[in-house]
């Protein structure tokens, strides 16, 4: 008897320090930064993805994190300009109108639209796509100087969104460089473009115009 009841001590004392050992489960309150969203800021280029609910900029740069709510209270969080390197944010419905407007030639419509766009998300992740499309509205509307300046700034904000139009953006503001006749300063932004398969085509053909 005595035996019987020191086994059943000792299974009960195991299974109190198995239950003991266990990790406390992970929070998964809404807001806290935890849980994916299509909403996310990367501080620096190692760091994970600080997701929120939403998010909104400012023309400097700095970032209003939605975070989501606790007890009734909206938390938000600013994240600066120039303390961030990437932000993700999904496509909006302005985005794809001024994709409808580009597809169409609708020059004017895209430049309204994207002016309208840029004003209030250019540091969203979309702000070079956006301005890389209307800087080709506007070299198709013979609006150099207004080209120049748009792909310069396009520049700025793709270099915290999609990596993939940086490219595209430096080879438009070339492009209106040329236009403007500024050749020099082509010839040394061209300089700096690099040698992928997809921009040699453009490099050769660039490299021509300014020697012409």
Wanted: aromatic share 8%; charged share 25%; with cysteine.
């Amino acid at each position: 008897m005595k035996l019987k009841l020191s086994i059943l001590a000792l299974v009960i004392c195991t299974l109190v320090s198995a239950q003991g050992k266990k990790k406390a489960p992970r929070s998964s309150k809404k807001g806290r930064g935890n849980l994916p969203t299509n909403f996310w800021v990367k501080k620096t280029s190692k760091s994970r993805k600080l997701y929120a609910q939403s998010i909104k900029c400012d023309v400097g740069g700095t970032l209003t994190l939605n975070m989501g709510k606790t007890m009734g209270k909206t938390i938000t969080s600013k994240v600066t300009a120039g303390r961030y390197v990437r932000v993700g944010t999904p496509k909006t419905a302005a985005i794809k109108a001024i994709d409808t407007a580009m597809n169409s030639g609708k020059w004017a419509a895209v430049i309204s639209k994207s002016t309208a766009y840029l004003s209030k998300n250019a540091w969203l992740g979309w702000g070079g796509y956006v301005g890389y499309m209307k800087g080709k509205a506007q070299l198709a509307k013979k609006d150099i100087v207004g080209a120049e300046r748009t792909f310069k700034a396009a520049e700025k904000y793709a270099k915290v969104g999609k990596p993939a139009y940086y490219a595209k953006i430096k080879r438009g503001s070339i492009e209106a460089l040329l236009a403007n006749k500024k050749y020099d300063a082509a010839e040394k932004k061209l300089k700096k473009v690099r040698r992928t398969p997809e921009n040699r085509p453009f490099i050769y053909v660039t490299k021509g115009k300014v020697l012409e």
